[in-house]
């Protein structure tokens, strides 16, 4: 195709340009290939990582359920050795613990609620694990210990729950000045749902058992 004198060095320039940059152009698309393969491949992992815990966490389950509390252990201790990233780590860790208190083992509990206070990635759990934490250390007598526990990393949607349980705490300790007026403040944060009546009558009963301030 013969081309005019203008065409031509449009093409001379062209050819010019694509000589200079030209490699470098086709190694960043290369590497933009490479990277968005190797993103697929994350993907892929993450999934087949997040299939593997929710299959190991749903024997955990029934294991629990089942009152095997070998099995367990066992499952829990997998979850978070080769799933700690995993929501499912934290989750098996809050079923395990519960098993364990449940077993009256609350050194085994307290060690479990502690793990997902210091790895769990959803705010939830680690508040969960925190008033579970406080529980057992209460049922341990270390009362200090189940304060502190709760004193921090509570979410609004937990602060009742967190009330309630200094509540627990107070009265435990004889405190029952302080019980009361934990169970008060639970009451006044815990919210004017259906979902929570039955909770309400329970701090209720609490409140008024301690009689009046």
């Given at each position: ?66 009152g095997k509390l070998d ?143």
């Amino acid at each position: 195709m013969a081309y005019d004198h203008q065409e031509q060095e449009q093409l001379d320039a062209l050819k010019a340009w694509f000589q200079t940059w030209g490699k470098s152009i086709a190694a960043g698309i290369l590497l933009a290939a490479v990277a968005f393969g190797g993103w697929i491949g994350w993907q892929r992992w993450q999934h087949q990582q997040a299939l593997a815990a929710s299959l190991v966490y749903d024997e955990l389950l029934q294991a629990s359920e089942a009152g095997k509390l070998d099995d367990v252990k066992r499952l829990s201790g997998s979850l978070t050795a080769d799933f700690k990233r995993s929501p499912y780590a934290s989750m098996g860790a809050l079923v395990a613990g519960k098993a364990e208190a449940t077993a009256k083992d609350f050194k085994a509990a307290q060690a479990h609620y502690e793990w997902v206070v210091a790895n769990a990635k959803v705010e939830e759990f680690a508040a969960m694990a925190r008033l579970r934490l406080a529980a057992v250390l209460t049922d341990q007598q270390d009362y200090d210990g189940a304060l502190k526990a709760i004193a921090s990393g509570i979410p609004a949607s937990f602060e009742a729950l967190a009330a309630d349980r200094r509540g627990d705490i107070y009265q435990a300790q004889g405190n029952k000045a302080e019980a009361r007026k934990a169970y008060v403040e639970a009451l006044e944060k815990l919210a004017l749902k259906r979902e929570n009546q039955g909770l309400r009558q329970i701090i209720e009963i609490k409140r008024d058992a301690l009689g009046e301030a």
